[in-house]
């Protein structure tokens, strides 16, 4: 089993900025890979950006490519997601996940994920 744990969300005005991070336990964090989906009122959830087991390959979606930053630190089990020239349409609820793979390979669908945390909300006001 491996619990993760968002912060960092809250309320910020678009063009500003906001750093998530997510923090596991449970198991060895650098046997998995790790990915940041969102999700909105009345939306499906979205990929947002992934990272493999090791930080040396990452994705993102098309829309936040340029501004937002996806890391991690495996030797503090934690996985952030650096936020810039934030949306109003970005406003959602942020959550991490977490798949047990250690390749090269960054997973974009939200099915092949093992582990998801509970979420921050993320609100960016006009």
């Known amino acids: 089993q491996v619990q993760l744990v968002e912060s960092g969300g809250g309320l910020v005005q678009a063009g500003g900025s906001l750093r998530l991070s997510c923090a596991a336990s449970?198991?060895?964090?650098?046997?998995?890979?790790m990915g940041w989906f969102r999700q909105a009122v009345g939306k499906e959830r979205e990929f947002v950006a992934g990272i493999n087991w090791s930080g040396g390959s990452t994705y993102y979606a098309d829309s936040v490519k340029g501004r937002f930053i996806i890391s991690r630190d495996n030797a503090k089990n934690t996985m952030y997601l650096q936020m810039n020239s934030l949306k109003p349409e970005e406003t959602a609820v942020y959550c991490c996940?977490?798949?047990?793979?250690?390749?090269?390979?960054?997973?974009?669908?939200?099915?092949?994920?093992?582990?998801w945390g509970q979420g921050t909300q993320v609100t960016v006001s006009s």
């Open positions: 996940s977490a798949k047990r793979l250690q390749s090269r390979m960054v997973v974009t669908t939200p099915n092949a994920y093992d582990y």
């Open positions: 449970g198991r060895t964090f650098s046997w998995y890979a």
